[in-house]
T-cell receptor
Framework: DSGVTQTPKHLITATGQRVTLRCSPR?????VYWYQQSLDQGLQFLIH???????AKGNILERFSAQQFPDLHSELNLSSLELGDSALYFC??????????????FGPGTRLTVL | QKEVEQDPGPLSVPEGAIVSLNCTYS??????FMWYRQYSRKGPELLMY????GNKEDGRFTAQVDKSSKYISLFIRDSQPSDSATYLC??????????????FGSGTRLQVQP
């Protein structure tokens, strides 16, 4: 158990809908990272927050947004969902803001199925 | 061309075999190299990390980096059925604030047969 929690574990929804994925980092970790893992694309970095502020963006679609709250939990919002958004979404946390020695600990993931 | 290339496998070996997993990369700015293990329906977990060329050993695992060839490897000695998982290489470059986001390989699925 990494100490990172994600809810829900599974989510099934329809195209065009909006969903929110939630992540609670390990106690003491200030950084939260979101990743998308699909069969054809592998594990893709989406976005990084550190202590409430956005630090880096990866291949995140404009239909997706995220935020990190004062209690350090984070939410990933996915809107206007398409079939191709079906994937595993992982959250990872780390202590620092991406230093060379900063290890990322991954949560168990949320499996999103868009029908 | 992807920045990080990794053979997806699957790789099937008998118990006790030495396993070699490899990744190649094209971005010479990558300086920080990691191997993650991902069991089915679980999140990736960090196995090893290294900054420099050469070998780093941890128990049955050895990570090897050859920056001149842009090639990294993970060796598993005396492989066990519990090693059956997908192994992802990951790497990142240095930025002004420390380290940039991780770029992952697509993962190699390993099956160790008892």
């Amino acid at each position: 158990d990494s100490g990172v929690t994600q809810t829900p574990k599974h989510l099934i929804t329809a195209t065009g809908q909006r969903v929110t994925l939630r992540c609670s980092p390990r106690s003491g970790d200030l950084s939260v990272y979101w990743y998308q893992q699909s069969l054809d694309q592998g594990l893709q970095f989406l976005i990084h927050y550190y202590n409430g502020e956005e630090r880096a963006k990866g291949n995140i679609l404009e239909r997706f947004s995220a935020q990190q709250f004062p209690d350090l939990h984070s939410e990933l919002n996915l809107s206007s969902l398409e079939l191709g958004d079906s994937a595993l979404y992982f959250c990872a946390s780390s202590e620092l803001q991406g230093a060379l020695t900063d290890t990322q600990y991954f949560g168990p993931g949320t499996r999103l199925t868009v029908l | 061309q992807k920045e990080v290339e990794q053979d997806p496998g699957p790789l099937s070996v008998p118990e006790g075999a030495i396993v070699s997993l490899n990744c190649t990369y094209s971005n010479s700015a990558f300086q920080y190299f990691m191997w993650y293990r991902q069991y089915s329906r679980k999140g990736p977990e960090l196995l090893m990390y290294t900054y420099s060329s050469g070998n780093k050993e941890d128990g049955r695992f050895t990570a090897q980096v050859d920056k001149s060839s842009k090639y990294i490897s993970l060796f598993i000695r005396d492989s066990q059925p519990s090693d059956s998982a997908t192994y992802l290489c990951a790497m990142s470059a240095r930025s002004d604030t420390g380290r940039r986001a991780l770029t992952f390989g697509s993962g190699t699925r390993l099956q160790v047969q008892p």
